[in-house]
């Protein structure tokens, strides 16, 4: 490998530069490691924390980056510890201007802060990446149980390349998606990357085994695609691929009782969760509308219509 210039940094052969990178908003720069392996490779981007308060991802990628020895690296691997600097630091899932990351690309270099986070990824970085692995969890409202997103909406040998790679991580519920404006989504579709959304941890919280989790997934997936050895000690588990995911949003604004555990199994006209008032009056109940297994649902007693409830399938 020769000499690499990233974004304003170069970085040599068989080194690791550690960036404070501009994502063209004003006051914010976002912290990177940019590893130069000493060999030919793929490279790889893995960002963490697009949605600012989704934290195991950023530990993992910290500590995971400490560790790296870009002797044996194969490719380049950007890292991106937090995508959504100004979100971390407000302690909320959006950018300052409430813009939602993964549902916000391709952006606009001349619009508010995350349409300019998304445009400076779709113009500056991913058009040097190979695959993205983008790192996500439950927010401080959302109960989840691990799973991950490849797209089944982009041409057959991108979903197949992503849909292989999700084989090789230790998460059991491969779920295809059908969106197309998100971080990895639109790499996939609209830009032919290959490309994973990962969901580990929940509640808002950041604990060790999440992180820990998260570090292996990620070697497992660099050394799938050959740009960094590691050996995995025991089986991985068991995986499920969802080709048809429920997607349950809130039909009414009210207090939202939900009736589920992540993880379990649902049957085709349970009762997943109910809608009350002030009063405590019922304004309506939701059903399960096939049989699945439920990866994820809000805690939040306040919702409002049309804002996520579950998922399920």
Request: aromatic share 10%.
């Amino acid at each position: 490998m020769g000499n690499w210039n990233f974004c304003g940094h170069s970085i040599p052969a068989g080194e690791v530069v550690q960036a404070m990178i501009s994502p063209n908003v004003e006051g914010q720069e976002m912290p990177a490691t940019l590893i130069n392996g000493a060999k030919e490779g793929k490279t790889v981007l893995i960002t963490a924390a697009a949605h600012g308060d989704e934290y195991p991802g950023i530990a993992a990628s910290i500590q995971f980056a400490k560790a790296i020895d870009p002797a044996v690296t194969a490719g380049r691997i950007i890292i991106f510890h937090c995508v959504n600097i100004g979100g971390f630091w407000e302690r909320t899932r959006n950018t300052t201007d409430n813009a939602n990351l993964n549902g916000n690309f391709p952006g606009d270099a001349n619009g508010a802060e995350g349409a300019r986070i998304a445009d400076f990824f779709v113009k500056s970085v991913l058009p040097q990446v190979d695959f993205l692995i983008d790192l996500h969890s439950g927010s401080a409202t959302t109960m989840l149980t691990p799973c991950l997103f490849f797209s089944a909406g982009a041409e057959d040998k991108v979903r197949q390349a992503s849909e292989t790679a999700a084989h090789a991580t230790n998460i059991p519920y491969l779920l295809a998606s059908r969106s197309s404006a998100g971080l990895y989504s639109f790499a996939a579709t609209s830009m032919g990357i290959p490309s994973l959304l990962l969901e580990r941890g929940h509640g808002g919280q950041c604990r060790d085994e999440w992180v820990k989790a998260f570090i292996v997934d990620i070697q497992l997936l660099l050394a799938h695609l050959k740009v960094y050895p590691y050996q995995h000690e025991g089986g991985l588990c068991q995986k499920h691929v969802i080709e048809q995911g429920n997607f349950i949003n809130a039909k009414e604004t009210g207090l939202w009782y939900p009736n589920m555990v992540v993880g379990e199994h649902v049957k085709k006209g349970d009762v997943i969760g109910r809608m009350e008032d002030f009063w405590g009056n019922l304004i309506s109940e939701y059903y399960a509308q096939t049989d699945g297994t439920v990866f994820y649902y809000v805690t939040s007693l306040a919702v409002q219509e049309g804002q996520p409830l579950a998922a399920y399938g």
